[in-house]
């Protein structure tokens, strides 16, 4: 009491200025960055003698192409379903439930994320090389006639390894913004647990299990370490369009390098698009 | 009738004993007291959301102590409603029903009975986006009510709706409360709601659970005793 108020009058805020010069500043460059990526990609081989249309041509009428872009979708597409499989109870468990372990549960998860993408693909190979492992490659061989390692089950395995972690992710952020109060209701009406997953919660996180899905299918699409140390790149028969593209640049073969790289970057606008518009379609009637 | 005896929670840091109280069948009970006191932990292990550290819980004199939420005939009513977001309305009043696996002439028949008393006739066909907070309850109470329960647990639904919604909710809840004839377990923090209402009081305070005379609604300033901040 009695001292003397430092500034004394009315308070006035400063200037906003500095907030949107620098954030604005920054996403604007970020953005201009990423753009910058997209049409580089699109503009480069444009402006080669075959052309962008021709380096496509090329590559939907080269055998060994058009086989890489096929296993491509096919192996991304079922390892983002089999990711989602994975996620949606993982996440759930990790979301709704208490158990003691649960951080070194949780730590386990994001493993994949964590480690860089060629030692994945060389702790599988060793995995497949241990007596549990041997087992695993003579039993899918005795029913499947095929292989982990150096054969298709071995992309979709490197895929879902990464695939799945990221899908765990975003599915426990989902079912950690969706109350459980609603699932408790569903088991007053009568519910059991499992009915009230089914019935509750699992519909109502389907905007989640998108995201889930189409952020794995990304993560497929351009896995790449893991694959090329599990499943090797043999043209027609594991070579997918991100060890393609690779194998493009290491023989200095840009133009192509371009193309297989231009349809890569459509493919994931198109399933980003597809997701989004399927994402927002009838949430809100 | 609910009858709990010497019911002990622990969560945590937080834990309750000896909480023994009855609410006579079909008598409306609302239950008071401060924020953090553990009043809704009390109505999660009534319903069986939460488990018993130690003592009993009877629904018209059977022991559920240890029985499935949804073995337990308890309607349940959460504060924010919790309505299932991806399901319309008529889904919601049918949810229990077509667990229990009733006809669907009887499924329709009952939907269209407590629409017309809840006053939700016109949202049968709506999602809970965009309804107000006074229809997401009453779709929330009819959703509790479907399945005829002995017992109604109303865990503060009046709370976050205005008062002219809430006056006419009073009656809703009044009323429903008496055609289906249940006995209820309701929370709330209004004094005006507990006079509305209550036909038995308790107060839980400290730990320790009263019940109370329906009088001290009515003395001078009995809130700053009864519901403390």
Request: one cysteine or more; aromatic letters at 6%.
């Amino acid at each position: 009491m009695g001292e003397p108020v430092p500034g004394a009058g009315p308070h006035r805020a400063a200037s906003d200025l500095p907030l949107w010069a620098s954030f604005g500043g920054l996403t604007a460059a970020w953005l201009l960055l990423i753009s910058a990526i997209v049409v580089a990609t699109m503009i480069y081989p444009m402006a080669t003698p075959t052309g962008l249309i021709g380096h496509l041509r090329q590559a939907f009428t080269d055998v060994d192409s058009r086989s890489a872009i096929e296993l491509t979708m096919l192996t991304c597409t079922l390892s983002a379903v089999l990711s989602l499989v994975i996620a949606v109870p993982v996440g759930w468990l990790l979301a709704r439930t208490r158990f003691p372990g649960k951080a070194l549960v949780d730590a386990l998860c994001d493993v994949p994320i964590v480690l860089p993408p060629l030692v994945i693909g060389l702790t599988m190979l060793i995995l497949t090389r241990t007596p549990p492992g041997i087992a695993i490659e003579n039993a899918m061989q005795a029913t499947l006639g095929t292989r982990l390692q150096f054969a298709v089950p071995g992309i979709v395995l490197a895929m879902v390894v990464v695939g799945a972690a990221f899908a765990v992710r975003v599915m426990r952020s989902t079912f950690d913004h969706l109350s459980p109060r609603p699932e408790q209701v569903a088991m007053t009406l009568g519910a059991s647990r499992w009915q009230s997953f089914w019935l509750v919660a699992f519909p109502g996180a389907r905007r989640g299990m998108i995201t889930a899905g189409t952020l794995a299918w990304a993560r497929c699409l351009g896995e790449f370490g893991p694959i090329m140390v599990f499943a090797g790149m043999t043209p027609r028969r594991t070579e997918v369009m991100s060890t393609r593209l690779f194998l493009h640049i290491s023989v200095g073969e840009l133009e192509k390098a371009m193309a297989v790289a231009f349809l890569m970057v459509l493919l994931a606008l198109v399933v980003l698009t597809l997701a989004r518009l399927w994402g927002d379609r009838g949430v809100h009637p | 009738m609910i009858t709990v005896a010497g019911l002990a929670l622990v969560q945590g840091a937080f834990h309750l004993s000896g909480v023994s109280f009855t609410v006579p069948g079909g008598a409306y009970g609302v239950l008071m007291g401060p924020t953090g006191c553990g009043k809704t932990s009390i109505l999660e292990a009534l319903c069986g959301l939460r488990a018993l550290a130690a003592g009993r819980v009877a629904i018209a004199g059977v022991d559920v102590s240890t029985a499935k939420p949804g073995d337990r005939g308890i309607g349940y009513v959460p504060q924010d409603g919790a309505l299932f977001t991806t399901m319309t309305v008529r889904e919601h009043l049918a949810f229990a029903l077509r667990l229990r696996r009733w006809p669907e002439p009887a499924i329709r028949a009952r939907v269209d009975e407590l629409a017309g008393q809840l006053g939700i006739t016109a949202l049968l066909d709506r999602r809970p986006h965009g309804l107000s907070g006074g229809e997401r309850q009453r779709v929330a109470l009819g959703r509790a009510l479907s399945f005829r329960p002995a017992v109604l647990c109303l865990d503060e639904p009046l709370a976050a709706l205005d008062e002219d919604t809430q006056d006419g909710m009073h009656e809703l809840l009044a009323a429903s409360a008496r055609t289906h004839a249940v006995t209820v377990l309701h929370i709330t923090h209004s004094r005006h709601e507990a006079r509305r209402l209550a036909q038995v009081l308790f107060t839980l305070r400290d730990g320790v659970i009263a019940q109370q005379p329906l009088a001290v609604l009515d003395a001078p300033r009995p809130g700053a005793r009864v519901t403390a901040p």
